[in-house]
């Protein structure tokens, strides 16, 4: 069964540092793996969809890797700001048809002004 | 941009009622999916539909069933409530398989 698992479970920089979050994933054979952010009692938000043939998507100061053979995914921030201040959750698709995703339990993030 | 909507945000019931989450998206898309999120545990999949009146159980389908009679709208009952049905409820879509999910706003729901 696959599992998803996300470190550090919380993380607090100041305000303009790149930062990196990780998740790792215990079974390769994943369709695509999805970054997403939740705020405070909201739903989810997706940032970016990586397929399970691609390396890496950017989307403005966001940038996601994947290395599928070592199970491994890396979100990197760059130019941190307050308002990037959320929760980061990390979900892989594993099985066939519209199954639906495995989440790790996310990153607790704070931007300090 | 794609819109999912869920009927309640809050809702308080008492053990033993019958409950109807509504989740209702705009985009035409295929799949549709239930999620319950819970501190320490996560998201975890309940229900997804590929089509209408189709169904697969996720990883934790006990004590739930769904329904899909439009392609625009997919209910998640709960046939008897319990106090362990405590939760914060979310409801997602996607185009086609394996394909990024668009999620609601969540229904945190309380049962008494």
């Known amino acids: 069964k696959q599992e998803v698992t996300q470190i550090p479970a919380a993380l607090s920089v100041p305000e303009g540092e790149n930062l990196v979050l990780n998740c790792s994933f215990t079974d390769s054979a994943i369709y695509n793996l999805q970054w997403f952010r939740q705020d405070p009692g909201k739903g989810l938000t997706s940032l970016l969809l990586i397929q399970s043939s691609q390396r890496e998507q950017t989307s403005g100061r966001l940038n996601a890797s994947l290395d599928k053979s070592s199970g491994r995914s890396t979100l990197y921030i760059a130019a941190s700001q307050p308002g990037d201040s959320a929760t980061y959750l990390c979900?892989?698709?594993?099985?066939?048809?519209?199954?639906?995703?495995?989440f790790g339990k996310g990153t607790h993030l704070i931007i300090q002004p | 941009d794609v819109k999912v909507t869920q009927s309640s945000r809050y809702l308080v019931k008492r053990t033993g009622e019958k409950v109807f989450l509504e989740c209702v998206q705009d985009?035409?898309?295929?799949?549709m999916f239930w999620y319950r999120q819970d501190p320490g545990l996560g998201l975890r999949l309940i229900y997804f539909s590929y089509d209408v009146k189709m169904k697969e159980k996720g990883d934790i389908p006990e004590g739930y069933s769904v329904s899909r009679e439009k392609k625009e709208r997919f209910s998640l009952i709960l046939e008897s409530a319990s106090t362990n049905q405590t939760s914060m409820y979310l409801c997602?879509?996607?185009?086609?398989?394996?394909?990024?999910?668009?999620f609601g706003p969540g229904t945190r729901l309380l049962v008494l």
């Open positions: 979900a892989v698709s594993s099985g066939g048809g519209a199954d639906g995703l495995t």
């Open positions: 997602a879509s996607s185009l086609y398989y394996q394909e990024t999910q668009y």
């Open positions: 985009m035409d898309h295929e799949n």
